[in-house]
């Protein structure tokens, strides 16, 4: 990543889930915050996720999911980006994700999650500390 | 002695400089943290215009002098009778997971525990999307928010948990469903059919509030304007031939919870109204005939107790004002929000943190209700934001909490108790102006659909969403035990939940591979060459935007076509949303 280049963060809806609060609020948090934010928009697959992530050269995906269905896609992500060999862009999830799940979730190679009341700036500090370390 | 206005618009700036002044500085402020309203800014003599009496136009003070549920309240707390289970001529409990086997199961084990009220179906995202559980983009949801709905056996076999004294004809349905609402009217018809029961007989009530889907919710399929399409035809439908069944459950609730203001809600929701309206009347209705069969699922959500009173009031006046004078409804009842509960807090007021305090924020949400119209419903249990389903003991705290509002502390025994108050009055009056400024914006871009369509509903509600949590995180609204009063010296009050097994894990984990077993075999076993010509049918009606779909989406649903098949056949003919970016 280069020193003066933007951070690039996809903000995903993958599945059927309709619930959109979260993924519009923070990606115009992390906008604000001086990130590139693409955001797919509601209903993608894992595959179209991963290939926008590959195709935008992105250097963190957030995935946002309340239906509950959070431990199968992700899944299905962190495998796609690893078939892809990018599984260098960290993956955060967001959404209502019960205690137990998070562990589940972190060890599939997600790097961080972040569920209600989180405040965006921590988000941000978070990837800039994390993308920080890797480079 | 009489004062007039000129005298208190004197006594007001003087009060203004001698008393709040002095205080503001003496305690350093900018301005008054609270405010005062005097007999200045709502007029008294407008009063019969503007409140009138509660069950008269324009219903501001309420549809009626008191509803239903509390004709019988106290009866009902004596005999220990528990409405939240429904029973014969009511609607049961919201849910629904698994197969529609699982679900009837389900059903018949409440039924054994008393709980006998009638369906109360919340479907999977699969079936609300309009696709069949065998659907690459149907793995993982199968059977997971909701039953999983293919075809109109798996309908029925829900419906084997209804007979005899709970039969169709007896308890209303309610179908938490939007874009293929018409495939699912249509399987409660064939049902009917099936049955043997006149469809005049039926009642319950579908979702059907297709718009919002849009601006909050995200289940839609096709474009809006094609969606409205569908809409006029079931309005059209229902209204001919199933006059006791309701037409749709129009939602603001919904966009609150996406972000809205509540400006945006009340404007947008009544932008929604209007186009349903238009669509029945563009289906040749008279608008008095249909009106009254729309129903609202309680819009409004925020902690804001006295905005939220207001809110209410402002609604019914303005739907009441919008049927009589722009379709000059004569019926009151088309021009009531006819809705279950009124004000309410949001899912979204609740918290992760600290919990419990979830039932303290549920309460005031409550008491908003019970002031504007509506039971004192302590809504959501405190578990919400937990994700993990309501518990025995939250549901009873919930429950325990709305009793106590009604009989204790009596909150439901007067009927508006803010009508007249000087800061009530002003407050509708605020909201109701602001709401028609921003109704007229969207009129002036062409109404609800153009206002979907160009995006605007949608990017109001996301920079409403992220504005409020900009301010949550710079401390300009506050909200107990996230932004404050997180010291270290706070503690996590213990909770106890034990879960009822409402829904088994282990058929949940299944339900998708049973489900698809169930799809699969239903494909062996129907006729194919009836299938293909009814839904062949259904493309021919399509194109022609004259002809109402619903005989034909019957006809397809009778031949065991499945959801997905006849809402691919709509996706040719009309095309399919695009999912909004930012």
Same mark, same amino acid.
């Given at each position: 990543?280069?020193?003066?280049?933007?951070?690039? $963060?996809?903000?995903?809806?993958?599945?059927?889930?309709?619930?959109?609060?979260?993924?519009?609020?923070?990606?115009?948090?992390?906008?604000?915050?001086?990130?590139?934010?693409?955001?797919?928009?509601?209903?993608?697959?894992?595959?179209?996720?991963?290939?926008?992530?590959?195709?935008?050269?992105?250097? $963190?995906? /957030?995935?946002?999911?309340? =239906?509950?269905?959070?431990?199968?896609?992700?899944?299905?992500?962190?495998?796609?980006?690893?078939?892809?060999?990018?599984?260098?862009?960290?993956?955060?999830? +967001?959404?209502?994700?019960?205690?137990?799940?998070?562990?589940?979730?972190?060890? *599939?190679?997600?790097?961080?999650?972040?569920?209600?009341?989180?405040?965006?700036?921590?988000?941000?500090?978070?990837?800039?500390?994390?993308?920080?370390?890797?480079? | 002695?009489?004062?007039?206005?000129?005298?208190?618009?004197?006594?007001?700036?003087?009060?203004?400089?001698?008393?709040?002044?002095?205080?503001?500085?003496?305690?350093?402020?900018?301005?008054?943290?609270?405010?005062?309203?005097?007999?200045?800014? =709502?007029?008294?003599?407008?009063?019969?215009?503007?409140?009138?009496?509660?069950?008269?136009?324009?219903?501001?003070?309420?549809?009626?002098?008191?509803?239903?549920?509390?004709?019988?309240?106290?009866?009902?707390?004596?005999?220990?009778?528990?409405?939240?289970?429904?029973?014969?001529?009511?609607?049961?409990?919201?849910? /629904?997971?698994?197969?529609?086997?699982?679900?009837?199961?389900?059903?018949?084990?409440?039924?054994?525990?008393?709980?006998?009220?009638?369906?109360?179906?919340?479907?999977?995202?699969?079936?609300?999307?309009?696709?069949?559980?065998?659907?690459?983009?149907?793995?993982?949801?199968?059977?997971?928010?909701?039953?999983?709905?293919?075809?109109?056996?798996?309908?029925?076999?829900?419906?084997?948990?209804?007979?005899?004294?709970?039969?169709?004809?007896?308890?209303?349905?309610?179908?938490? %469903?939007?874009?293929?609402?018409?495939?699912?009217?249509?399987?409660?018809?064939?049902?009917?059919?099936?049955?043997?029961?006149?469809?005049?007989?039926?009642?319950?009530?579908?979702?059907?509030? %297709?718009?919002?889907?849009?601006?909050?919710?995200?289940?839609?399929?096709?474009?809006?304007?094609?969606?409205?399409?569908?809409?006029?035809?079931?309005?059209?439908?229902?209204?001919?031939?199933?006059?006791?069944?309701?037409?749709?459950?129009?939602?603001?609730?919904?966009?609150?919870?996406?972000?809205?203001?509540?400006?945006?809600?009340?404007?947008?929701? *009544?932008?929604?109204?209007?186009?349903?309206?238009?669509?029945? %009347?563009?289906?040749?209705?008279?608008?008095?005939?249909?009106?009254?069969?729309?129903?609202?699922?309680?819009?409004?959500?925020?902690?804001?107790?006295?905005?939220?009173?207001?809110?209410?009031?402002?609604?019914?006046?303005?739907?009441?004002?919008?049927?009589?004078?722009?379709?000059?409804?004569?019926?009151?009842?088309?021009?009531?929000?006819?809705?279950?509960?009124?004000?309410?807090?949001?899912?979204?007021?609740?918290?992760?943190?600290?919990?419990?305090?979830?039932?303290?924020?549920?309460?005031?949400?409550?008491?908003?209700?019970?002031?504007?119209?509506?039971?004192?419903?302590?809504?959501?249990?405190?578990?919400?934001?937990?994700?993990?389903?309501?518990?025995?003991?939250?549901?009873?705290?919930?429950?325990?909490?709305?009793?106590?509002?009604?009989? !204790?502390?009596?909150?439901? #025994?007067?009927?508006?108790?803010?009508?007249? =108050?000087?800061?009530?009055?002003?407050?509708? #009056? +605020?909201?109701?102006?602001?709401?028609?400024? !921003?109704?007229?914006?969207?009129?002036? *871009?062409?109404?609800? $659909?153009?206002?979907?369509?160009?995006?605007?509903?949608?990017?109001?509600?996301?920079?409403?969403?992220?504005?409020?949590?900009?301010?949550?995180?710079?401390?300009?609204?506050?909200?107990?035990?996230?932004?404050?009063?997180?010291?270290?010296?706070? %503690?996590?009050?213990?909770?106890?939940?034990?879960?009822?097994?409402?829904?088994?894990?282990?058929?949940?984990?299944?339900?998708?591979?049973?489900?698809?077993?169930?799809?699969?075999?239903?494909?062996?076993?129907?006729?194919?060459?009836?299938?293909?010509?009814?839904?062949?049918?259904?493309?021919?009606?399509?194109?022609?935007?004259?002809?109402?779909?619903?005989?034909?989406?019957?006809?397809?649903?009778?031949?065991?076509?499945?959801?997905?098949?006849?809402?691919?056949?709509?996706?040719?003919?009309?095309?399919?949303?695009?999912?909004?970016?930012?």
């Amino acid at each position: 990543m280069g020193g003066d280049s933007k951070i690039r $963060v996809l903000i995903a809806k993958p599945g059927l889930d309709g619930h959109e609060r979260g993924a519009h609020v923070v990606a115009y948090g992390l906008r604000d915050e001086g990130f590139e934010v693409i955001y797919t928009g509601l209903r993608q697959s894992p595959e179209q996720i991963v290939s926008a992530a590959v195709q935008e050269d992105v250097d $963190v995906v /957030g995935l946002s999911i309340l =239906s509950g269905a959070h431990l199968s896609l992700t899944k299905k992500v962190m495998d796609g980006l690893k078939a892809k060999g990018a599984n260098d862009i960290l993956v955060t999830v +967001g959404g209502i994700i019960p205690e137990e799940d998070k562990k589940n979730l972190e060890k *599939m190679g997600v790097g961080g999650v972040f569920t209600s009341g989180t405040k965006i700036k921590d988000i941000a500090a978070f990837i800039r500390t994390k993308l920080g370390e890797s480079s | 002695m009489r004062n007039s206005k000129k005298e208190i618009k004197e006594a007001l700036t003087k009060w203004e400089d001698e008393v709040v002044s002095p205080r503001v500085k003496k305690f350093n402020l900018d301005k008054s943290p609270t405010t005062f309203y005097p007999p200045l800014s =709502s007029d008294s003599s407008h009063f019969m215009e503007k409140v009138g009496f509660p069950g008269q136009f324009p219903y501001t003070a309420g549809n009626n002098p008191f509803e239903f549920w509390r004709a019988y309240a106290n009866f009902a707390a004596k005999v220990g009778y528990r409405s939240e289970w429904g029973g014969t001529g009511r609607s049961g409990k919201y849910g /629904g997971f698994g197969t529609p086997a699982d679900y009837r199961d389900y059903l018949l084990r409440m039924q054994s525990m008393g709980r006998i009220g009638g369906p109360n179906i919340a479907f999977d995202l699969v079936t609300q999307c309009g696709y069949d559980s065998d659907s690459s983009f149907a793995e993982g949801e199968v059977g997971r928010v909701g039953v999983a709905v293919d075809s109109l056996r798996d309908f029925a076999v829900i419906y084997e948990a209804f007979t005899g004294p709970l039969d169709i004809d007896k308890v209303p349905s309610n179908f938490t %469903i939007n874009a293929p609402a018409a495939v699912l009217i249509a399987m409660y018809v064939c049902l009917a059919k099936k049955r043997g029961i006149p469809l005049e007989k039926l009642t319950g009530t579908p979702q059907n509030d %297709i718009l919002k889907e849009f601006i909050a919710r995200g289940t839609y399929i096709y474009p809006p304007a094609q969606s409205l399409r569908l809409f006029r035809d079931t309005c059209v439908f229902c209204c001919k031939h199933m006059p006791e069944f309701n037409i749709n459950s129009i939602g603001g609730y919904h966009m609150r919870e996406a972000g809205a203001t509540r400006v945006q809600d009340l404007a947008f929701s *009544m932008a929604n109204g209007i186009a349903y309206i238009e669509a029945g %009347i563009e289906g040749g209705l008279e608008v008095d005939e249909f009106a009254p069969a729309f129903t609202f699922n309680a819009f409004g959500g925020s902690m804001e107790i006295y905005h939220e009173i207001a809110f209410q009031r402002a609604a019914r006046r303005m739907w009441a004002h919008i049927l009589k004078e722009r379709f000059n409804a004569k019926d009151p009842k088309s021009m009531q929000i006819r809705q279950p509960i009124t004000a309410h807090i949001g899912c979204s007021s609740t918290t992760l943190q600290r919990p419990l305090n979830n039932l303290a924020r549920a309460v005031v949400g409550g008491m908003a209700a019970g002031m504007s119209g509506g039971i004192p419903g302590a809504f959501p249990p405190f578990d919400e934001p937990l994700g993990l389903g309501h518990s025995q003991e939250a549901t009873q705290l919930q429950q325990d909490a709305s009793r106590i509002m009604v009989f !204790e502390a009596k909150v439901t #025994d007067v009927c508006d108790p803010w009508a007249g =108050s000087y800061f009530m009055e002003s407050l509708t #009056d +605020g909201i109701e102006k602001d709401a028609l400024a !921003e109704l007229k914006k969207i009129e002036k *871009m062409g109404g609800a $659909v153009a206002a979907i369509e160009n995006g605007y509903m949608q990017r109001a509600v996301a920079k409403s969403a992220y504005e409020r949590q900009k301010k949550i995180e710079n401390q300009e609204e506050l909200v107990v035990g996230v932004n404050c009063f997180t010291g270290e010296n706070e %503690i996590d009050v213990s909770i106890n939940r034990c879960v009822e097994a409402t829904y088994d894990p282990d058929l949940m984990k299944t339900a998708e591979e049973r489900q698809k077993a169930n799809l699969a075999r239903l494909k062996r076993e129907r006729n194919g060459t009836a299938v293909g010509s009814s839904l062949k049918n259904l493309k021919v009606q399509a194109e022609n935007q004259d002809k109402n779909l619903m005989p034909a989406i019957c006809e397809c649903v009778e031949n065991d076509a499945t959801l997905q098949e006849i809402c691919d056949v709509l996706r040719e003919v009309f095309g399919e949303a695009k999912p909004m970016k930012i």
